[in-house]
């Protein structure tokens, strides 16, 4: 894991994330999406069946970071 990946993984709401993937959250937007913290902004994705996802900001490919095997990403 290097240093950005490292970050990220922190940044992550981790009680969150399972309970979307499992079905018992509430309001999945409070997790998924862009959000702004303390250490910077964080997008986050839930694609179940996918092995890898892109994110496309100001026409760069940003390559997010597989942070859960059941299919969340984040960068």
Do not use: R
């Amino acid at each position: 894991m290097n240093d950005i990946e490292s970050k990220v993984y922190q940044m992550m709401d981790w009680a969150g994330i399972e309970a979307i993937i499992y079905s018992e959250h509430d309001n999945p937007h409070d997790v998924l999406g862009t959000h702004e913290t303390e250490d910077g902004t964080l997008v986050c994705a839930y694609c179940p069946k996918a092995v890898s996802a892109t994110l496309t900001y100001k026409n760069k490919d940003v390559e997010m970071y597989m942070e859960d095997e059941g299919g969340f990403f984040a960068t």
